[in-house]
Nanobody, 125 residues
Framework: QVPLVESGGGLSQAGGSLRLSCAAS??????MGWFRQAPGKEREFVAA????????VSTDSVEGRFTISRDNARNAAHLQMNALEPEDTAVYHCAASVNRLYGTSLRDRNLFDYWGQGTQVTVSS
């Protein structure tokens, strides 16, 4: 079991920034990503990064605004969210895979094994 703990959620005005962090208890993961779920909508992919291969992917709606990164210990990921929009309001969940994921596989939530409890991001207009 690889527990994940998210932090950094909160309230921001439109155009503001938030930084989400996700930490694993040990560096056993090979990929980490962020998915979000807004009220009444399905959980959707936001961004992901692989430990091996250097793959970084994100959904079109956050391209140029959100940046995912990993720390040197290879057991944590961060999501820097800039130019926030009200449409970004959602519960953001960190996900991790102990298997290597490449390219488009990083977009598939079904390929991630572990999930954090979620952190609320609210963007007001």
């Amino acid at each position: 079991q690889v527990p994940l703990v998210e932090s950094g959620g909160g309230l921001s005005q439109a155009g503001g920034s938030l930084r989400l962090s996700c930490a694993a208890s040990e560096p056993s993961v090979q990929a980490m990503g962020w998915f979000r779920q807004a009220p009444g909508k399905e959980r959707e992919f936001v961004a992901a990064i692989s430990w091996s291969g250097g793959f970084i992917v994100s959904t079109d709606s956050v391209e140029g605004r959100f940046t995912i990164s990993r720390d040197n210990a290879r057991n944590a990921a961060h999501l820097q969210m800039n130019a926030l929009e009200p449409e970004d309001t959602a519960v953001y969940h960190c996900a991790a895979s102990v298997n290597r994921l490449y390219g488009t596989s990083l977009r598939d939530r079904n390929l991630f094994d572990y999930w954090g409890q979620g952190t609320q991001v609210t963007v007001s207009s």
